[in-house]
């Protein structure tokens, strides 16, 4: 479109300044109101003008598209697609499914993919992920991206930035739903949860029908919880309140073997043990890799110690926070020479960078985040080890994390109050942490600033303080050797750091 006569030329990082809408660890987010069709436009262009610079598509090529349930992706998708339209392509639209389901499918038709999403973010807000036809952008791919401008026609949106035309979204297909399902119908061995008791607690996630279907398609006993017609944000890594009670209520009548669920787009799971008691997310995640047999595992630095300590893995690497940072080291890894690598996050998303084979059957790569092979790997792990899901937990080392975060708290306040504490003088760094949190928890031995910083005491204590990636927040993570000592850490940092506002 560059080069029509009355376009507007739109330099992508004055856009993303101008709207507030800006990138992330997981593609742009912002508030719903500011992602204006001509905003999601234009980033959708630059991505497909992207594409086409780096040899990823070409003319006509396909674009599989899908969204959540949050009441602005419909509006959203449509804005998308009529910028794949504009580019030259044709966009394929998936529906309201998991960002691992299109993206899967995507993969393997070796085609970009687009998910309107703002993962477990409240519905005042939305997001865009961005998928090559290899899988997701990288960060020097956002900054390629991001560093483009593009050409918006004369008349294409009002004022307002809402497009003056029809809705452009062609029917759907359910392919990529069905594909999905079957991936883990035909890698589990067939009626292998026969016997077990599973509640799904489906709220608003786009992955509630699917992980129903696939528990009962490999036998399991499943109850659907508490749907919702409204969205519903659910954070895998700051769990409210009230699911921590539906959860233990909800074991408690039925007698499950385990409750599972995900956030609003299906890429990060939930699941609980016996007694609806939510495992933490990189807890999960070493059990999914303990069955998967993985050999090397990339996990960011926030995540559980329990993972070194284990022994149950040749390798380990630790990254940035963020989906992008544990794929570049799960590439590193296999570049290395590295097998069946495998990557999780905190969040419990799980990434698998080299094909799984067990038994025989075989679990293509999925380098993104999953929801759904976790809570399948941890009650075939446990069934195996002919434990229950707690029983399991109390195999590995005793080591708790528990995270919070102080909402509406602006990256830049949290940028500039962690500086004092990462001037890069290792000596004046430790005291200044002492100074915040010494009195607390006492004399601190080591701050690693990879992402943040995190904060270790001489008792073996953890504190970890960053900005979201995702959102006007400051988020603290702590690690002891007792549930209850990570949630008093928690909450004594949490006061702490209140004072910061």
């Known amino acids: 479109m560059t080069g029509q006569q009355g376009a507007e030329k739109v330099l992508i990082s004055e856009l993303m ?80 499914i998991p960002t691992p389901a299109v993206a899967c499918y995507a993969m393997s038709l070796g085609i970009p993919s687009i998910m309107v999403t703002g993962s477990h973010i409240p519905d005042d807000r939305n997001g865009i992920k961005f998928y090559k036809s290899t899988g997701e952008i990288l960060k020097n791919d956002e900054q390629a991206m991001t560093a483009r401008s593009v050409s918006i026609a004369a008349g294409l949106f009002d004022a307002a930035g809402n497009a003056t035309g029809e809705a452009v979204l062609p029917a759907e ?130 995540c559980n110690s329990a993972v070194e300590k284990c022994g149950w893995f040749e390798r380990i690497d630790r990254t940035r926070i963020g989906s992008p940072f544990v794929i570049a080291a799960m590439d590193a890894a296999i570049a290395e020479g590295a097998d069946n690598v495998v990557g999780y996050e905190a969040n419990g998303g799980f990434l698998t960078a080299t094909d799984i084979v067990l038994n025989s059957r075989v679990l293509t790569a999925l380098p993104t985040r999953d929801a759904m092979i976790v809570p399948l790997a941890i009650l075939m792990l446990a069934k195996t080890e002919g434990n229950s899901i707690a029983e399991l937990l109390a195999t590995l080392p005793q080591r708790f994390t528990y995270s919070d975060r102080l909402k509406e708290f602006p990256t830049e306040l949290s940028e500039s109050r962690l500086a004092a504490l990462k001037t890069g003088d290792i000596a004046a760094d430790i005291q200044a942490a002492e100074s915040l949190l010494g009195e607390a928890f006492g004399p601190v031995v080591s701050i690693d600033t990879t992402d943040g910083i995190r904060i270790t005491f001489a008792s073996d204590e953890v504190a970890h303080l960053r900005p979201s990636g995702n959102a006007p927040e400051l988020r603290c993570y702590n690690e002891a050797a007792s549930e209850e000592r990570a949630v008093e850490m928690n909450q004594i940092c949490m006061s702490i750091l209140e004072s910061w506002r």
């Not at 593609?27 to 630059?46: E, W």
């Not at 003008?49 to 349930?69: K, M, N, P, Y």
């Open 173 to 302: 297909t359910n392919d990529a739903e069905r594909d999905y399902v079957r991936r883990y119908l035909d890698f589990f061995p067939a009626n292998c949860l026969a016997g077990q008791k599973v509640g799904v607690y489906q709220h608003s996630t786009v992955a509630r029908d699917m992980l129903v279907e696939v528990m009962r398609g490999l036998g399991a006993q499943v109850t659907a919880l508490g749907r919702s017609e409204h969205f519903i944000p659910v954070d895998t890594e700051a769990i409210r309140p009230e699911d921590v009670s539906l959860a233990a209520e909800w074991a408690e009548e039925y007698g499950f073997d385990c409750i599972v669920s995900a956030d609003g787009d299906g890429d990060r799971p939930l699941i609980s043990d016996e007694h609806g008691v939510w495992l933490r997310g990189d807890v999960a995640g070493i059990l999914c890799a303990r069955y998967l047999q993985a050999e090397c595992v990339a996990t960011p630095v926030s």
């Open 17 to 96: 300044d101008q709207s507030g809408v800006k990138f992330g660890t997981s593609g742009a987010r912002g508030l719903a109101t500011d992602m204006t069709d001509r905003v999601c436009y234009a980033y959708t262009l630059a991505f497909m003008q992207f594409l086409d610079g780096i040899g990823d598509i070409e003319s006509g090529c396909r674009v599989a598209i899908a969204g959540d349930f949050r009441p602005s992706s419909p509006r959203i998708m449509n804005a998308v697609a009529l910028a794949v339209i504009d580019a030259g392509c044709e966009p394929v639209v998936c529906g309201f």
